[in-house]
């Protein structure tokens, strides 16, 4: 298997026990995840087509607008996978801009809907290229808000070198497992603030044969999954 | 009850300085027709309240808007907005950046007179920073629960554009998503509805489900008869996005992009972007 399909797992994982809630995904890995939790050990979770519709084993079965995918966000329902820039330990998120907010190096796509799924909902990230870019002491600007400004859950945070979550005392980034063929010194050196490592830290489960049978087969035979990675 | 009329006249209605909503989302169902007719009105200092598409690209490219309301500037299948993204740069551009939902909820505020409604969304997060006059509320009821008073987004005029539309003004989208197309018709003092097609009331109201029918013609005061109208945009299921001529757009120097397809008048884009 490939660290792309390791990483497609380590997304659906996040979804597990969540029930018939709406799991949603920027990014192509993250999708790959969702359906494939849907179409396993998560059946009851609803999943759309980017757009409108709600899919069930890639056929339609619902209807999602935009403006009922905002009364989702109010009510709770939902568990989000987001991209971000920037990324601190308590889970701040920034997908707005780089540099000061009032003339920025580097616009991005302002904070979207960062602020409202930060505080509605549970919200995990997605980073394809785990570095210290990415994993900053501080973000310029806070889109999604972290646990130390009241974030409702912020679950986990899937990379392509590990997976990490806030099982701390104070709720700072921890690291959970790395992927089969990283070490923790990898991830420490990726990373541009003072993770918690627990004693022991375990390897990311890998995909089992049904999973990857229905990755490469059923969810993603065109193997984009793995250009997400590079 | 006819209220067909120019997309220069409905543009006409514009002053310097307006606060001028603008439906669609992103790069999907956008009144680009109009937008290119503002571009060349040539009026100065608008205040943009959108779901940023190339609508905002295209009138920051042109020196039109001066702040830009919205949540994201984005062209969906390119996820960055160039001349959004080189205007805030270079510091040409205000910029009042809300949490999407937020946008929503100051366009229904604003649809409902009143002056704010109550949302989480934004606690905690740096938009109250970059946003220092807004103001959270406390509940009065025993949750005491302190919430974002989000104030209403009242526009002056709004433009949105659907796929069918009758004289009078109702009208009818047929893709997906209804975006809040209503909303900015609620929203504002003057509302313009551009479409695909016009037809007769009885052939609108046979033309789908009632569910459909987005607007009514107390919210509309002009209907534009724009086909191809929301182009490059897509319009569903009239037309997808033109996604060669997005990537041209995204790809091509302004002086040249504007030289070529937006110095003339809305007959000449159309034939120029069908060669």
Known sequence: MTRAETCVVACAEAWRGDGAILASSAGLIPQLGARLAQSTFAPELLVTDGEATLLRDGRAEGWLPYRTVFAIVAAGTRHVMMGASQLDRFGNQNISCVGPWEKPRSQLLCVRGAPGNTVNHPVSYWIPRHSPRVFVENVDMVSGVGHDRNAHEIRLVVTDLAVLDFATPDRSMRLRSTHSGVTVGDVVAATGFTLTIPERVSQTREPTGAELTLIRDHLDPSNAREREIR | ?275
């Open chain 2, 1 to 275: 009850m006819n209220k067909v009329g120019s997309v220069e006249d409905a543009v006409s209605e514009i002053r310097d300085g307006m606060t001028i909503g603008i439906g669609g989302w992103g790069s999907r169902r956008k009144p680009m027709a109009v937008v290119r007719a503002i571009l060349r009105s040539g009026r100065k200092d608008l205040t943009l309240v959108s779901y940023g598409g190339p609508d905002v690209g295209l009138l920051v490219a042109a020196g039109i808007a001066r702040r830009v309301v919205t949540g994201f500037v984005s062209l969906d299948s390119i996820p960055l907005e160039p001349h959004f993204r080189r205007a805030r740069s270079e510091g040409t551009i205000a910029l009042t950046e809300y949490d999407e939902g937020m946008l929503y909820w100051g366009l229904l505020a604003a649809a409902n007179r009143l002056p704010f409604l109550p949302i989480r969304a934004g606690l905690g997060s740096d938009v109250m920073r970059v946003n220092p006059a807004l103001r959270t509320v406390r509940s009065p009821y025993p949750d005491d629960t302190e919430l974002v008073a989000m104030p209403a987004i009242a526009l002056d005029v709004a433009f949105i554009h659907l796929n069918r539309a009758d004289p009078g003004g109702n009208g009818r989208y047929l893709g997906p998503d209804p975006y809040f197309d209503d909303l900015f018709c609620l929203a504002a003092k003057r509302r313009f509805l551009s479409c695909e097609q016009i037809e007769t009331t009885d052939d609108l109201m046979s033309g789908g489900p009632p569910q459909t029918l987005l607007v009514n013609r107390s919210m509309v005061d002009g209907v534009l008869h724009t086909p191809n109208g929301a182009h490059f945009t897509s319009c569903v299921p009239d037309y997808e996005r033109d996604e060669a001529f997005q990537r041209e757009y995204a790809g091509t120097d302004w002086d040249t992009f504007r030289a070529r397809y937006l110095d003339g008048g809305e007959a000449d884009y159309q034939l120029a972007v069908k060669r």
